[in-house]
Every structure is written in C-alpha cells, then in structure tokens.
C-alpha cells in the first residue's frame, strides 16, 4: 500500500517530467501538492500526541478519521467562505474581467448576482489552448449574469474597460504570488499598468510551501518551448497544430506579488504579505 508521503513524492517527481503529451501534466498538480503537505502535517502532528498516552492504535486510528472527515468538510466549505467574501468586493454597475475558468470565482460572481442582487458584466477571456472561458459564459450567461468571451490576445485592448479583475489560483506561494492558469501574469500586468485591481480568490488548502524566484522555479516541468531546437533539426509538418501546442506549452505561470491587489480566502481578505504568517499557522 502506498502511503501519504509516498504518494506526494510521486507527484512531485512526475511534476518535474518533461510533458510528451497534452495530458502530461494537469495543472492541480500545485493544488494537490499544497493538500497533500496541508494533511500529511496534520497525520504527523496527531501522531505526535497520540505517542505520549495511553490511548491504543485503534483509538488513534478513529480518531485519525474522524479528523480527516473534518478536513474534507472543511475544504467544501471554504470555496463558499472566499466566494462570500469575494462577492463583496464587487461593485454593482461594475464591468469585471476574468481569466478562463475558475470554479471559486464563478461561485463569488454566483453570490455576488443571486445573494447580493448586484449587478454587472462580465468579460472572459477565451483561456486558450483549451478555451475553459467558453465554458465560463454559457454557465453565466445560464445564470443570467451579461458576459462576453474575448480572445487572450484582446486583453490590453479590453482592460481600459474594465472596472477590476477576478482570477483564480491553483496555488499561493508563501510571498504571496499566484500560480494559476498561463495567461494570468499577463493579464495581471497589463492591469497594473492601467491601475486596475487585481484580486485573487482562493481556497486556504491551496497555500503552498513554495518561494519561486521566477516562472521557470515553479514545482512543474519546464515546458519544451522554453528551448529551441537545433536548426538542423528536421521539423515535422504538425509541430505547430493545436494538440503540439498544448503539449509544449505551459499550463500555469506564475504572477508575483507586486501585482496582486488582495487575496480573497475563507480566511479573509489578505494582502500578499500575509500569506507567510498564514501558512506559518497552518504548518505549526
């Protein structure tokens, strides 16, 4: 049997494999790692105390359990804890731009539209090579939420437009940047630059051991394009098709913190120097 930390190395290891294929590498893989320290601190900790009493395996066993189950139904919760807090933050007659597709600021726009009565519009960027933004305006547009997809590449014509910017995180690092889908650096500089604010919602379990220096320091393999080939090289007639380049291109990037406006958790609203003294709770 496989255990807890065996299988976080795992993930670990395969995360800095270089990507042969367009499912090579999923872009949770931070998300999961930050889960899976998050819970293997909580096993080592409860082992810990259980080892000073009198209390037999089987006790330390249901108690393990139990504890766990309370980890989990405090991960489904804390999705609906940053969406509230999230909501707040945007104003009615607001124009709002989005990156892709993010489960967490869909529920903040979900609360800010159907709890809070606010009302507004949506931009979504298309979030390319997958294009998970299309999925983003059919479920607004289903909850009856006005939304537009805009392509990636139209995201410095549109800014000007916009009154902030939402996006998700598949992890938040300990200087309190942001790894999420590719795309969002990008967007977050632009918006910098045109002093928009930039808010980052996320779930706490996502706070990751992680200080990158820069985006190829990420816990994720360094996609191929990053290096060119040899000009030798012969190269085939479908190196640059749709499915080539979601295969050598990145899944995440990495945004730091100067451009990061506050972080929006089910812990509360954060700056990005805060996140180090979180996660200095969480692990202790």
Same mark, same amino acid.
């Given at each position: 049997? $496989? ?84 909501? $707040? ?36 960027? $298309? ?150 003294? $979180? ?6």
């Amino acid at each position: 049997m $496989e255990t807890l930390e065996g299988a976080a190395q795992a993930i670990r290891d395969d995360s800095q494999k270089p990507r042969r294929t367009v499912q090579g590498q999923h872009k949770a893989t931070i998300a999961t790692l930050a889960g899976v320290d998050l819970f293997m601190r909580f096993v080592t900790r409860n082992a810990h105390d259980f080892s000073l009493s009198t209390k037999s395996f089987d006790d330390f066993k249901d108690h393990l359990l139990s504890r766990a189950a309370l980890i989990l139904e405090k991960a489904c919760t804390a999705r609906i804890k940053a969406a509230e807090i999230g909501a $707040e933050f945007v104003q009615d007659n607001s124009v709002i731009l989005v990156h892709a597709y993010s489960r967490v600021v869909m529920s903040v726009l979900y609360h800010a539209a159907n709890v809070q009565n606010k009302r507004f519009k949506v931009y979504v960027t $298309e979030g390319r090579p997958n294009s998970e933004g299309l999925n983003a305006v059919k479920a607004l547009k289903e909850a009856g939420i006005p939304c537009r997809a805009i392509l990636d590449s139209a995201v410095g014509y549109i800014v000007d437009k916009v009154d902030m910017v939402f996006v998700g995180a598949e992890g938040v690092v300990e200087n309190g940047g942001v790894i999420n889908q590719v795309g969002t650096y990008q967007i977050a500089l632009v918006a910098n630059t045109l002093g928009k604010p930039v808010y980052a919602v996320a779930e706490s379990y996502k706070f990751v051991r992680v200080y990158p220096l820069n985006q190829y320091d990420l816990p994720a393999a360094t996609p191929e394009i990053v290096s060119f080939t040899s000009r030798r090289k012969s190269f085939s007639s479908n190196e640059d098709s749709e499915a080539s380049l979601e295969a050598t291109n990145p899944s995440v990037d990495y945004t730091p913190p100067q451009y990061v406006t506050l972080l929006l958790t089910d812990l509360g609203v954060l700056t990005p120097s805060g996140v180090s003294d $979180e996660l200095i709770k969480l692990y202790l």
